[in-house]
């Protein structure tokens, strides 16, 4: 059977994996979940823990079976096949790696697994040591290597036997914070150079923006939206997409008119203007919720129908910018974040009375 | 000045330090002097030229190279160590497969069951385990009409089992089972997980139970004493028999070397008990 070229790397159809009896008593960790993704893809399931993200994974690598559904690899069942019968390979949260064995023993363990030529195993070990720029270690036990150094092993050890998915379970959770962007970098280019498709589960959404070609945010076992980074962040379909990723205000507000994807809308607060659609608008009522982006909002010197208006209850200072807080007639607080551009640029104070201008076309009505 | 000054500050640091307990060393102490204090004799008086075994007079091997030279201890070692060896070999092994099941496969009805029963040799008085073996081989022997050292050696395997048991399974439950999901992610099957990564990572595990099997084979006396035939006289009751018949150095001689052994063995087992990080 030839496989088509838009065959999906991992089609995932209609699966849900229930603990227990039935899903009255037992925990549903993945409920009637489809997904395509598409070969040579750097695809992130994103979501807090207990949000099946972890399970889908597990399901793709066959340390679990599915209570329902399928998952075909590049059009092939994978149902009743054992773990070492999936051409893929794991990345473990805590690496997993062999304490018994040197680093070159554990990349070539699964090479010597698959039977491959000793000749072959031992260029294919130097090739990974290479790309993860660990070839001076090769014969160090791995329980002499730091942190980053032992995550390098496990990718390389994961990426020895070429497999048709790499899966990565949180790799990056143990890494203190430069490291991790190191990281960050050397996997989006490692996934690059080797042209394998890479399913990578994250908690954290800056990891999941910076590296994936696709997201998909789930909560609960259910899948809330997938897209590119971009659409995630802009446009998120739902209430906790918009929530889950970044700062976000979320103000009160009516529909005014529909057309296509975009809707003109009115603030409680008073300002009137387009705002994206999510694709399921059923279960928007007459008042809707409206997502705003906090970088997406800058101080006006005049007030004006065009504008909201407040008095600053409080001030943030992070470094690269400043978060004002700022309180509105309404009620709802809204806040604010400006660039730290040099001194005197930011001539406002806690109780100062603001005016505020939103960007143009940054707006997006929530589904709940 | 300052060393008056740093004095008094350690002082008060000493007075409300919760780690620091008044008199705990001195108990300490004294559980090590009571503990011991028999055995030290046992052993100096092993050195005695003498014929007594509490008046010194000078040191001397003889007794060692009485013991040595003595054909019913070198019967009864000879015993002793087939015995343990054999319920050693045979009781790790069902012990590694027990603490396998037990540990490695999804929880099933009756496993806390199957626990206890592998465990009951140490929750049972051994006296009475031991009067249950003898009628219950009694009755065997009567059926087959075969007897011999086979008996003895069930017997200890039986009751060395959950001492075999306990250090495999510890270790077994320190393990991370990622390690064996990632071997069988890197493509390989059951049985060579359990080669390449169980077993080489169980081993300091089975050492350990090993060895404390057979310590405890070679120490029993109760069941021992219930069960062994004729001919079948181990070290420990060769001692007790002795001892009958008055006490001579000969026998502080062979415990020492029992003790000797013992020593040896429970080292290992501390070492490989450890892990090696």
Redesign the interface.
Known sequence: MSTQTATAAIDIRETSKIYGRNRETGVVALDQVSLAIRDNEFFTLLGPSGCGKTTLLRLI?G?EQPTHGEILLFGEHLEGL????RP???V???Y?????MTVAENIS??LE??DTPNTQISSTVKEVLGLVQMEHLANRKT?QLSGGQQQRVALA??LA?KPKVLLLDEPLSALDFKLRKEMQVELKRLQNETGITFIFVTHDQEEALTMSDRVAVMRDGLILQVGNPREIYDRPAKRFVADFIGDINILKGRILSKNGAQATVKLNAGYQGTAGLPAETDSLGDEVSIAIRPEQLSFVSGAGPEHLSGSIQHISYFGSGFDYEIVMPTGETIMLQLQNRGAGDHAYTVGDRAHIAISENSMQILAD | MVDIATTARRKIIKGIDLKYQPGFSQITWFCIVVLYAPIAVLVLFSFNENRSVTVWTQFSLDWYVKAWENEGIQHAALVSLEVAFVAMVISTILATMAALVTTRTPPYRGMNIAVAVINQPLMVPEVVTAVATLIFFAIIKQATGISGIGYLIAAHTAFCIPFAYMPIRARLEDMDLSLEQAAADLYAPPFKVFRRVTLPLLMPGILAGAMLAFIVSLDDVIITLFVAGPGETTLPLYILGQIRRGVTPEINAVSTVFLGISVILVTFIFLFGKDKK
């Open positions: 690598a340390f054992p773990p070492y019968k893929v390979n794991t473990f949260q805590h997993a790696l062999f304490p018994h363990f699964g697994m698959l329980d050890r994961a036997p």
